[in-house]
């Protein structure tokens, strides 16, 4: 009897061994397809559940999911990017607000940055790293968001300063500006499409236009102020006058 339990128990470490073999072999060839179809492309592969990035600046196009199963898209269809540490939101870039502010709780000070606890007082928050992912949203009815890790751990995590997170954080940041450079990009490209406010209009009109496009996120916070601006001021100097 215990001879029949150590030879099932080897077949099956043996059928383990090559299912894990095949596994791999299957994953190395999905591996080589997509750099093959995807050369010269900025490229993440994650190490957790297959994910991938990669973004191409010329033809303005990019790919996110995973290994075996990605989605190709435009610019255009890029509506946020945002990055998260142990789920929660630490910085973000959309289409109608563009960049958001760190979260509380966080400071972006370069590559670690990101991992730094908020200060109270003189003393440095502590706090656990398990898990840093960057989210992206897109504009796809099939599968609109996706998020890729770059760190995780289970369980106790690990400490912020970590050494660990050094090149995960740094890898993180490079791909979160590559996105956010591809919407701010795109949100200038659109916003240079949108019909120009002619001077003939009444300053009034010009003045609720340049609204609407800021309501429906088509100009910034600062490209509406700048435009307000240039509107008002020969206005105001033909009044001086």
Same mark, same amino acid.
């Given at each position: ?43 993440? *592969?994650?190490?957790? &559940? ?17 290994? !075996? ?16 540490? !142990? ?6 870039? @959309? %289409? ?33 790293? !398990? ?9 796809? @009815? ?6 890729? %890790? ?53 300053? &009034?009109?010009?003045? *609720?236009?340049?609204? &609407?496009?800021?309501?429906?996120? *088509?100009?910034?916070?600062? &490209? ?18």
């Amino acid at each position: 009897m215990t001879v029949l339990i150590a030879i099932i128990v080897i077949m099956f470490f043996l059928f383990a061994l090559a299912g894990a073999a095949q596994t791999a072999k299957q994953n190395t060839a999905e591996n080589d397809t997509f750099m093959a179809a995807h050369k010269g492309w900025d490229i993440y *592969a994650s190490p957790y &559940e297959r994910g991938v990035l990669a973004i191409n600046q010329e033809l303005r196009k990019a790919v996110v999911g995973k290994m !075996n199963d990605y989605v190709d898209i435009a610019w255009s269809d890029l509506n946020s990017v945002e990055i998260e540490k !142990n789920g929660q939101s630490v910085q973000q870039t @959309n %289409r109608g607000s563009q960049v958001m502010g760190a979260a509380v709780g966080a400071v972006l000070l370069g590559p670690l940055g990101l991992l730094v606890g908020g200060v109270t007082g003189s003393k440095r928050q502590k706090e656990r790293i !398990n898990e840093l992912s960057l989210k992206l949203l897109i504009d796809n @009815n099939k599968s609109p968001v996706h998020r890729i %890790r770059f760190f995780y751990m289970k369980k106790a995590g690990v400490a912020n300063n970590s050494i660990l997170l050094k090149e995960p954080a740094r890898r993180l940041e490079h791909f979160h500006a590559l996105f956010s450079n591809a919407i701010k990009n795109d949100h200038r490209e659109t916003f240079d499409k949108q019909p120009q406010i002619g001077s003939s209009a009444s300053l &009034e009109d010009r003045l *609720a236009k340049l609204w &609407e496009l800021r309501q429906a996120g *088509a100009l910034t916070e600062i &490209e509406f102020s700048a435009q307000k601006s240039a509107i008002l001021t020969p206005n105001k100097k033909s009044l001086e006058s």
